[in-house]
């Protein structure tokens, strides 16, 4: 099966610093990326889609100037969470989809963020 | 519009007795549904998914579900838990539109007594 890496898996940072999150595809083309972020006992809430090449897709709510995401290739996407504020503290998970629909959704072990 | 709800929030079994995670969907177009299992602190495994082949699908670690269009329902089902099988549990469905987004549902805890 598809393979993902997603580091850090946890990061502490201070107040208005920036923080990078990746997320690498290790053994397929990811033509779609997902980034997902889960407050604590909550569901995960997609943030924003993104196709390589192209610019991400933000759902309602979420702040792109924010939660900056780059997709430049196939095999890796980055989301970085800029001038970073304790409310941002959160799990963020990345999901990718193969080429193919019924490849499937292979996710990431997610990065804890805390932001001091 | 797609939509998914997880009846229970949480559920509590004794080991080796049977588990039932329930899940009814809402989509526009014919779904693709997924069981995804979280341990603490740790990212999503997929147990199980349906994409309209047979509708009684089998998963890891002896989990199974079964896709019902009459009753829109994706109950997750093993017929003996173990104390490992203890975590969160999510029923997630997605359709060919708008760029395949997933839908998660809320959430069920797990919880395995001795």
């Known amino acids: 099966g598809a393979v993902v890496s997603q580091h850090p898996s946890w990061v502490i940072c201070k107040s208005g610093t920036s923080v990078k999150i990746e997320c690498r595809s290790l053994d397929f083309q990811a033509t779609t990326m997902f980034w997902y972020r889960q407050f604590p006992k909550q569901s995960l809430m997609l943030m924003a889609t993104?196709?390589?090449?192209?610019?991400?897709?933000?759902e309602q709510g979420v702040e792109k100037d924010k939660f900056l995401i780059n997709h430049a290739s196939l095999t890796l996407s980055t989301l970085t969470v800029t001038s970073a504020h304790p409310e941002d503290s959160s799990f963020y998970i990345c999901?990718?989809?193969?080429?193919?629909?019924?490849?499937?959704?292979?996710f990431g072990s997610g990065t804890r963020l805390t932001v001091v | 519009a797609q939509s998914v709800t997880q009846l229970d929030s949480h559920v509590s079994v004794s080991e080796g007795t049977p588990v039932l995670l329930r899940c009814n969907y809402s989509s526009s177009y014919s779904p693709s549904l997924f069981w995804y299992v979280q341990h603490p602190n740790k990212g999503l495994q997929l147990l199980l998914k349906?994409?309209?082949?047979?509708?009684l699908v089998k998963g890891i670690n002896g989990f199974e579900a079964e896709f019902k269009k009459s009753e829109t329902s994706f109950h997750l089902t093993k017929p003996s838990a173990h104390m490992s099988d203890a975590a969160e549990y999510f029923c997630v469905v997605s359709d060919n539109t708008g760029g395949f987004k997933t839908i998660f549902g809320a959430g069920t805890r797990l919880f395995v007594k001795a």
């Open positions: 993104s196709n390589e090449g192209s610019k991400a897709t933000y």
């Open positions: 999901s990718l989809q193969g080429a193919t629909f019924d490849y499937g959704y292979t």
């Open positions: 349906y994409t309209s082949a047979a509708t």
